[in-house]
């Protein structure tokens, strides 16, 4: 199965999945795509982003900010994530930057790459022209439960709603964000830490390294599973929580973790 990676980053998920799936033997990355910087800044995208503040509340629209961290340097101490150049440098893997996600370099790259499939490891939007490309499209890690939680946050959203369980879903791209066809998912319990940060930290960490080995289970067995792929039925949707969410975020925690005993 020869396989091209789309990411947004050197590290994230990419940096933590792509030695497993270069040391699977039924799995040939052919090209690693890496977008340098953001999509341009269009009428249409600065709507949106006016749209979220607005809905969100300028509070919380800070402590979104507040909270990447949790799903960065945190999560970090709980797992190994290295850099995807350096691992393609290593293996001889081509790699190469492109200006933003949905470019005409990433068509082109993905053109020449001539990939049986695309795996999209941390990024937003992908255009029909670049998912469309691979003989059997596009498919990406979403790590929370489908279609539930789609465009969701890891962790924070399950814990919002009283559920002690997280976990990722395996799902075709489409033109709709998180709306593809399930071709896996897996569920794991939350484990309870100190704190909500600490928490999302921690299980997020072990979400990468379930889901990590859930896309080699699924490349190893690709027919069967995209053979297999389930639609989605009516799902939930979810944006940065506003500030009073959070604080329900909280609530629900305190309580979630005093009967989990943790």
């Not at 402590?63 to 691992?87: S, V």
């Not at 930057?97 to 937003?124: H, I, R």
């Not at 919002?160 to 709709?176: A, Q, R």
Request: glycine share 8%; net charge positive; aromatic share 10%.
């Amino acid at each position: 199965m020869k396989a091209i990676i789309l990411s947004t980053s050197v590290y994230g998920t990419t940096g933590h999945h792509l030695q497993q799936l270069i040391d699977s033997k039924a799995v040939e990355i052919v090209q690693v795509v890496v977008s340098s910087g953001p999509p341009p800044n269009t009428k249409k995208k600065r709507q949106g982003r006016l749209q979220k503040i607005l809905k969100i509340g300028i509070l919380g629209a800070f402590n979104g900010i507040r909270m990447r961290k949790w799903y960065n340097e945190d999560m970090r101490q709980y797992t190994t994530i290295g850099n995807a150049e350096e691992i393609c440098k290593k293996h001889n893997i081509p790699f190469c930057y492109v200006p933003f996600t949905n470019s005409d370099e990433t068509k082109q790259a993905f053109e020449q790459a001539d990939a049986d499939v695309g795996l999209s490891l941390g990024n937003g939007f992908i255009s029909k022209k670049i998912f469309s490309i691979p003989r059997y499209g596009m498919i990406n890690i979403h790590h929370e439960i489908l279609p539930a939680y789609q465009n969701a946050q890891s962790i924070i959203w399950q814990i919002f709603n009283g559920s002690t369980e997280t976990g990722y879903t395996i799902h075709k791209i489409t033109s709709k964000i998180d709306g593809g066809d399930i071709l896996y998912q897996e569920r794991l319990p939350i484990v309870f830490r100190e704190s909500l940060a600490d928490t999302v930290a921690f299980n997020y960490a072990r979400l990468f390294d379930t889901s990590a080995k859930g896309l080699v289970r699924v490349l190893e067995n690709f027919e069967s599973y995209f053979g297999a792929a389930s639609p989605q039925g009516k799902g939930g949707h979810y944006t940065t929580p506003s500030y009073r969410q959070y604080k329900k975020m909280e609530k629900q925690f305190r309580k979630l973790k005093q009967q989990a005993g943790q």
